[in-house]
């Protein structure tokens, strides 16, 4: 039988200043890609993680840090990493 390693992240979508700041998500965000780069380089078998939500926050994030900018279009053109599917957040849907 065939062992299935799975990793399980509780929180992905980046609503930005929905429930924390814009820096706290920057924050995160950089400690996940931190994170995902370290799987991508011990697990060759991962397929892809996507970040559910805005892409905003991830260009605010590679804005601020050079090495998260180059980490994250790394693992983007390697197909490792998926991110969107909106720009910002949109409102129209409120009551």
Known sequence: ???????VVNH???????YQPLTTFS????????QL????????????YTYDG???????????DQLLAQKVKS??????LRIGPFYTQFDEFLI
Do not use: Q, T
């Open 27 to 34: 924050e995160w965000f950089r400690e996940s890609i931190e």
């Open 37 to 48: 780069d370290e799987i991508v380089k011990n697990e060759p078998d991962y397929k892809c």
């Open 54 to 64: 805005v892409v905003y926050p991830v260009l605010y994030a590679m804005r601020r």
């Open 75 to 80: 693992l983007l053109s390697a197909g490792k």
């Open 12 to 18: 992905g979508h980046m609503d930005i200043e929905w």
């Open 1 to 7: 039988m065939k062992k299935i390693k799975a990793y």
